[in-house]
């Protein structure tokens, strides 16, 4: 009698081997049918902090760019230039041309599966990075909060701040300092002029410094045009910076301190009497601190070359927990954000609590 033929041993973790592999197949075709799925330099878009809740954030980013995309922009729809294959008519009909042809049809297919806004991996927690095609991020997220501000319409629930984000870049210095000579251009090379300040914020970045950063951007913005001038009270456009693992994201706003930071849930709340005192944290620590703040501007304008450093608030809903005046409070979980007043020099009078 014959032995009995023996399977062969199955590798171990072969199902576990398996199960990656077709998630790894899995995201390459989304990739294919939808470009990117991860934030890289060369992107527009908007980047979107939320409350522990991404996948309900993407749904009501979904909903509120929609809404204010198709206001601004008409419906979405796709181009006849969208549609058409690529590829030149005289071809001949070879093999390497036939082979040409197909990539070129794919391309134009993957194309028009593009959708105006297309949720894409942040690379951090608690941030939700939409990329957009076709249109202006900076005008499109400003006139929602423009709206929001008028109405007092709440229409999120878990969206803390909404930020476009005009371009981003490397985040190393000097693809930083490359890109911002050009990318800063439209805002404050003469004859454009204006008052900025910048605001920086790092997340899952140890490489970049942020003193170091802030100071050559507010260079190259001095170097476009000598009138460019600081303000930290009410400038009229704010440079964001933020920097998450080793990209970098760039945008100049307007309105940033009336629109409360872009922070949607508070922008909507009713504005305070002006002629009433400044709400107090638990123990009147920000009444203070907006005094330092004019106290530091004073002693800048005495002819001495100093960096300035202003703490931002947190701006979470519901927090009335008091801080002490000389931390810089950490929002969302986040490394530290502050608005920095740059001078011309190259000292900094400021207490770094990153």
Request: proline share 6%; hydrophobic share 30%; net charge neutral.
């Amino acid at each position: 009698m014959a032995d009995p033929v023996q399977q062969p041993p199955q590798p171990s973790g072969g199902k576990r081997k398996g199960k990656a592999q077709y998630v790894q197949a899995k995201r390459a075709r989304r990739c294919d049918a939808g470009g990117p799925r991860q934030l890289e330099p060369g992107l527009q878009g908007i980047l979107i902090t939320c409350n522990m809740n991404e996948r309900k954030c993407v749904e009501e980013a979904y909903s509120l760019l929609n809404e204010y995309g198709d206001d601004m922009y008409g419906p979405e729809k796709f181009t006849d230039k969208d549609q058409q294959p690529s590829g030149s008519e005289g071809e001949d009909d070879d093999v390497e041309a036939a082979l040409k042809k197909e990539v070129g049809d794919i391309k134009a297919s993957t194309e028009m599966r593009l959708r105006r806004f297309q949720s894409m991996e942040s690379g951090a927690n608690n941030v939700v990075f939409i990329r957009t095609l076709g249109i202006e991020p900076e005008k499109l997220v400003h006139h929602i909060l423009q709206d929001m501000y008028k109405t007092k319409k709440k229409k999120t629930r878990v969206i803390l701040r909404m930020l476009p984000i005009s371009g981003t870049c490397k985040a190393f210095l000097e693809d930083m300092k490359k890109y911002a000579e050009t990318f800063l251009e439209p805002w404050f090379k003469a004859p454009n002029k204006g008052t900025f300040q910048i605001v920086y914020k790092s997340r899952n970045n140890s490489h970049m410094n942020r003193e170091e950063v802030i100071k050559e951007l507010a260079g190259i913005v001095g170097s476009l045009n000598s009138e460019n001038k600081v303000d930290l009270t009410n400038p009229q456009y704010t440079v964001v910076v933020e920097i998450i693992k080793a990209v970098c994201c760039l945008s100049v706003v307007k309105d940033y301190m009336l629109f409360r930071k872009y922070n949607l849930q508070e922008v909507v709340k009713s504005a305070k009497d002006p002629s009433q005192p400044h709400p107090k944290l638990g123990n009147g620590k920000e009444v203070k601190l907006e005094s330092d703040v004019k106290l530091n501007q004073n002693d800048s304008s005495e002819g001495k070359n100093n960096q300035q450093v202003v703490p931002e608030n947190n701006e979470e809903p519901g927090q009335t927990k008091p801080k002490p005046e000389s931390q810089v409070v950490n929002e969302e979980g986040a490394q530290p954000e502050l608005a920095d007043q740059v001078m011309g020099g190259s000292k900094s009078n400021e207490n770094d609590h990153s």
